[in-house]
């Protein structure tokens, strides 16, 4: 039977459920930054209508609301310490609030600056990547001497991996960059 807490919920820290909200976590958040960035590729090319919030003439990015979605989702989980279905809602929640946050990384890294900038994409590859470590990595205790194989393997693979993509997202920015910018600039008239 699991320990209860405090508050007289079960206890939630077992490493299958942690794994479990981590995976819901992860779902959401590539989810959420696919999403986005097509709805935001769909505006600039004119297929879908401006569906911008514009406040005094102040464009409200959607890290604002990523900002907002992930205070809430904070304050829900100090003060109402969910557990159950709340609590992989609390997840989802928090997935999608981190997707809208940091798609925009680079524009509250630079205080401006094109939506497109590398330092958004770097950002999501690097969250996904500690959330995909969280959610499918085993405990300590079940690492064994063959694992480590495994892992130099993989991270040569990924290496090599890493290295292609650079080379294509060069490729990819100096082909499809000038198309970007001019629909940048095309929208922002």
């Known amino acids: 039977m699991p320990a209860m807490s405090s508050t007289g919920s079960a206890d939630t820290a077992r490493p299958g459920h942690t794994r479990r909200l981590a995976r819901r976590v992860l779902f959401s958040f590539i989810l959420t930054f696919i999403a986005a960035r097509v709805v935001v590729l769909l505006i600039m090319a004119r297929y879908l209508p401006d569906l ?20 809430g989702v904070a ?4 003060f109402r310490r969910p557990a159950g279905g709340a609590l992989a809602l609390t997840a989802t929640l928090y997935g999608v609030g981190l997707a809208l946050t940091f798609d925009e990384f680079g524009v509250w890294l630079h205080l401006g600056g094109s939506y497109w900038q590398r330092g958004s994409f770097d950002a999501v590859v690097v969250i996904s990547a500690v959330l995909a470590l969280i959610a499918y990595t085993p405990g300590w205790s079940r690492v064994r001497e063959w694992h480590w194989s495994a892992v130099i393997s993989i991270a040569l693979a990924l290496l090599i991996f890493g290295v292609l993509l650079a080379r294509s997202f060069n490729w990819a920015g100096q082909r499809l960059g000038p198309r970007i910018q001019r629909l940048e600039a095309t929208r922002s008239k």
């Open 52 to 71: 911008y919030l514009i406040l005094g003439g102040t464009h409200v990015h959607h890290l604002n609301y990523g900002i907002v979605l992930l205070a």
């Open 75 to 78: 304050a829900y989980l100090l």
